[in-house]
């Protein structure tokens, strides 16, 4: 055995591309399922939020006019670094999570293909929820799914790694950007998912990922007024008709999960389409 | 201009009678609320008397539906609904005169448009749906997408009969059954909408309609045993209820208000643009949650265009709804007038240019000549607000971009309109409009296969087309 001293890493915040301490200077520690301290992860504050909501609104525009095609392929590209990464993170899951190495090990593989599921989406959407109108007149009328905006997603508590990326993917997919709280127990797959994310194309601000405490910060993302839709999976069962007020203040799409989701199943398109609007455009036909 | 001699269709054709009353479980029956007097806009005269829900009326309607839902619309094949969907769009079909000038009578909207719009796009919605009801399966929510129960659905006063059909045709075509509580101000068209559904024979409790006042919403959105609930209306009661449903399993949709921009490039036909500015913000005396109410005009066209722009409002016909040759009727309620009043005297106070048409008004009856204001910055009120009246507000940009930026400054989101003969323009702020329906060298088009329906705070959900279906089942 190496008498060398581990390089330990310090677990910071995701936002606008960066990788900065949370602005309170507060942390908090970090256990692994036993109980045994892993490291300090940033404790993130309403400041934290509401820069990572600026950051995120500010990719919108680039993100949501990107081709779908280029989106497609930005997601794959975090399939592959993610692959190249997996026994890190197969590491990390089973640390975090407190399962033996054997599922850590099909949680990440799952995770990894959950962004290639994804990545394929990007230019379907369109072509499965979109349509042309046959409307009664001499128009032409087409409906074509566009990303809502800047969505908050409180990311699963359990499941630190597959359930996280089953809620970021869907939002992106379809060009959204997002500021995500993670796991408050198991935050450090998500800020490692961070690296993953920055060394992948995904331009910065697109994803935003906060640690901390999710009853603290989810009710100012709840009524953040630059904010367009909320993802309730991973609130705590007592907050989440507060959060849903909140939101109604602005008038946001809330994604109400059934309790338990089971992330290892495929899919389908419900988280796709709980972001995207629909807008209908209509011409007159004529010489 | 024109004189016209008056040519009024005859009030006769309404069949109006002196009461009505709600129904319930497939029978018309009194409700023990307090009753209601609905008025006619355009003259103030009472025009019957409405019974209204109470609470336990609520209750009874909401527990009618159930038990349909349970017994009968659930368990129904689809093509069996179908059926009755399309014995109601060609009953509206053939009541259409009744139904056109009884809406003219209690809304105050002329009888052009509720001849030639609200009641033949009310029956092509059943016509439209009725087709769904039995090919679910191929709407792209799986193979076999269920209902989500008992719908509980709040319209507005300004299409009534349309927006009841808006809300109960895709509810039925989905399995689900329905208690619909139509304004207060404008019950009369869905109580005879509910008789048509009477003689169509639907099962008992499959539709239910309420009249009341607010708080027979409240109740009906809030009742424990409704599974869904569908609102159009303000932005400021669509926050009220999505807060009251908050940690509730209840599906929720809703469709709020706006204000859109209207914007006209320097090389967009000028006279086509008039048309559809006028159409876009006095079709229906602007009572429309998508009106183009915000007209954003390239700088270097503004003059001519406001100049031709007064010159086609001031041939507009305010007055008799049921005259055929009017094009702005009545206000709907005298509250709905004070608060244009309240508005456009904001607008003067703000420093905006005000211009009147100097059409003549009725002597009685609650009537606002259409209206323009000039000179509008996007920080007044007249640039914020949804008016739902008569009233345009003029605004100017130099650039796209400009344009964009401009029409995206709002918390609304329901329409936009795009005036240019360059079509690569067109599908570029087509694209960059933050609102779910785009008109393009038109405005104010309306069809049940369309989506129709809002981004941001003008509410969520869509009606129309194969993703209106989304609010009716459980996916």
Not at chain 1, 118 to 146: C, H, M, Q, R
Request: charged share 20%.
């Amino acid at each position: 055995m190496s008498d060398r001293l581990t390089v330990a890493k310090t677990y910071k915040l995701y936002i606008g591309g960066k990788f900065p301490r949370s602005e309170s200077g507060r942390s908090y520690p970090v256990a692994d399922a036993k109980g045994t301290f892993l490291a300090n992860a940033a404790q993130g504050s309403r400041k934290d939020a509401r820069d990572a909501v600026a950051a995120a609104r500010k990719a919108f525009d680039a993100w949501s006019g990107a081709t779908a095609y280029n989106r497609g392929q930005v997601l794959y590209r975090v399939a592959e670094v993610l692959e190249g990464r997996r026994e890190q993170f197969i590491s990390e899951v089973a640390t975090s999570e407190g399962v033996p190495a054997k599922k850590a090990q099909s949680l990440v593989d799952t995770a990894i293909d959950r962004w290639v599921w994804y990545a394929g989406w990007t230019d379907k959407i369109a072509a499965v929820l979109g349509s042309s109108n046959p409307v009664a007149g001499p128009y032409f009328s087409f409906s074509t799914p566009e990303p809502t905006g800047v969505v908050a997603v409180l990311a699963p508590q359990q499941s630190s790694l597959l359930g996280l990326v089953s809620v970021i993917a869907p939002v992106i997919a379809s060009g959204n950007t997002c500021v995500v709280i993670t796991s408050q127990d198991r935050p450090l797959p998500a800020i490692t998912l961070s690296e993953v994310l920055a060394t992948s194309d995904v331009p910065g601000g697109v994803v935003n990922i906060i640690t901390g405490r999710t009853a603290e910060i989810a009710p100012w993302l709840a009524s953040h007024a630059d904010v367009n839709a909320l993802d309730l999976t991973g609130a705590p069962d007592s907050l989440r008709a507060d959060l849903e007020r909140a939101a109604a203040g602005t008038v946001k799409r809330v994604l109400r999960t059934k309790p338990n989701e089971d992330f290892t199943a495929t899919p389908d398109m419900s988280r796709l389409r709980a972001y995207l609007e629909t807008k209908t455009v209509w011409h007159p036909m004529g010489v | 201009m024109w004189e016209y001699a008056p040519a009024p269709e005859s009030r006769d054709i309404a069949n109006l009678k002196p009461s009505y009353k709600m129904f319930v479980d497939g029978k018309f029956v009194e409700g023990t609320g307090e009753p209601l007097k609905t008025v006619n806009p355009a003259t103030e005269e009472v025009l019957a008397e409405v019974s209204t829900a109470s609470q336990s009326d609520v209750d009874t309607a909401v527990k009618a539906a159930r038990k349909a839902y349970d017994r009968v619309w659930s368990k129904m094949p689809g093509s069996e609904r179908a059926k009755y969907i399309y014995r109601i769009a060609r009953q509206i079909q053939e009541r259409g005169r009744e139904l056109a000038v009884l809406e003219s009578l209690d809304n105050g909207k002329p009888i052009k448009e509720s001849r030639d719009v609200d009641v033949p796009t009310a029956a092509s919605h059943f016509f439209y749906h009725a087709g769904w009801a039995d090919k679910l399966g191929y709407a792209g929510y799986g193979p076999d997408p269920q209902p989500l129960g008992v719908a509980g659905q709040v319209i507005p006063w300004n299409f009534p009969l349309l927006m009841a059909a808006w809300k109960i045709a895709p509810a039925l075509a989905c399995g689900n059954t329905v208690v619909l509580k139509p304004a207060e101000t404008t019950p009369l068209t869905a109580l005879v909408l509910a008789d048509v559904i009477q003689q169509c024979d639907l099962p008992p409790g499959v539709v239910n309609i309420i009249p009341g006042a607010g708080d027979v919403g409240a109740a009906l959105v809030g009742h424990e045993d409704v599974n869904k609930v569908a609102f159009t209306g303000s932005t400021d009661v669509g926050k009220v209820i999505q807060g009251r449903l908050a940690g509730t399993s209840k599906k929720l949709t809703l469709e709020l208000g706006g204000k859109a921009a209207n914007i006209v490039f320097d090389d967009a036909p000028l006279d086509q643009a008039v048309e559809g500015i006028v159409n876009g913000i006095f079709f229906n005396q602007g009572h429309v949650c998508c009106a183009g109410s915000r007209l954003l005009v390239q700088e270097s066209i503004a003059d001519e265009l406001v100049e031709k722009l007064h010159a086609r409002v001031s041939t507009l016909r305010v007055g008799d709804p049921l005259d055929k040759n009017t094009d702005v009727g009545a206000i709907n309620s005298r509250e709905q007038l004070t608060r244009i009043k309240e508005l456009t005297e904001s607008g003067d106070a703000e420093g905006a240019q005000r211009w009147t048409s100097s059409c003549p008004l009725p002597d009685k009856g609650f009537f606002f000549a259409p209206t323009v204001f000039s000179n509008v910055s996007q920080a007044m009120r007249i640039a914020r607000e949804e008016i739902f009246g008569p009233v345009l507000s003029v605004l100017t940009f130099r650039t796209p971009e400009e344009a964009v930026a401009k029409a995206n400054n709002t918390p609304y989101g329901l329409s936009a309109g795009i005036w240019t003969e360059k079509g690569s323009r067109i599908l570029w702020m087509a694209q960059r409009m933050r609102a779910g329906v785009v008109w393009s060298n038109t405005f104010n088009r309306f069809d049940p296969t369309a989506p129709f329906g809002g981004y941001q705070e003008s509410g969520f959900g869509r009606e129309g087309g194969r993703t209106g279906l989304e609010a009716y089942l459980d996916v």
